[in-house]
């Protein structure tokens, strides 16, 4: 296969490279600063193996978003739903705030909007990725009666993750752990058993 | 005043002209279509009239997303929360998903991210106007007793913003009447007084 073929040829390593040198401008002067000329040259690495690995500037902020979630944030499975969400939205709002996750999913959400096929990807890969955890943790809080059976899981999901991407875009309020334990009691105030 | 001479030389009229210039590309070609220069040819405006009233597209975007909400949305009065919220979000999602407000608040979002000289307008103009009749709705709503009295107001409409705001930037799930009034059920579960 041509792309299996390909994919082999360039190898891990200009990849991993590519990527340093992109957070490494990112975390130095933020979403504006990163542009595709600057990351081959940083990295040494030829434009046209970036462009092959990324061909556009919000595929490869997606992947350095995707690339520190994974190292950040885990599944923590506590067996209970507050502390599951306590756990992700607090992870979130520090991912956002403190790493080059913020930049990059800033930077991801603007591009989106400008570019529409862009959008597509950014729908398909990026959001269902980025909700798969909360998801489990839903599922497993219904499957307890923790949370109520006819509640919406993908709602629940768009208020945690909507209200803390508002903040993070908007800049009109804090986002921080106090922000992060209201969010989830409000939530699961209303999601949760009528006692 | 040096400001208000400037003002009223120039006139509501080419400000008008200018909106609905800008208001026609928007919807005919969307966020990417618009550019300043395309507004002032199609205004018939001088450019430096346009930039007057508007330094970037950011500002010119929040102009014409509070224009047209100022059109369709009034702080509605039923004297129930329930009601009152149902009204608001649901014309919040018509606004952005039928009306030019969609794309003018995406790229008005979109803008303020790359330039953060932008993000400040926004934030303290915009984020405010935006919140300022789900505020007293909330706020009527505690004086009646309806909502508790320890709420965050600011967290409620986080929630209620950010997640109409998340899927009119993801895309990843419809943005609808069904999603409104789903939304305010559940965010009135969490604020509304226990039973």
Known sequence: MMIRTRKSATGEAPRERLLAAAGAILARDGYNGLTMERVAAESGVAKTTLYRHWPTKAALCMDLYLAEAARELHDP?????????RYVVNTVVRLQTRTIAGPALVGLIAEAQIDPSTRQAFLAEFAQRRRAITRMILERAIARGEVRRDVDVDLVIDLLGGATTFRLLQGHAPLNARFADALVALVLAGAGKRK
């Open 77 to 85: 499975d506590t067996g209970r739903v507050a502390d599951d969400l």
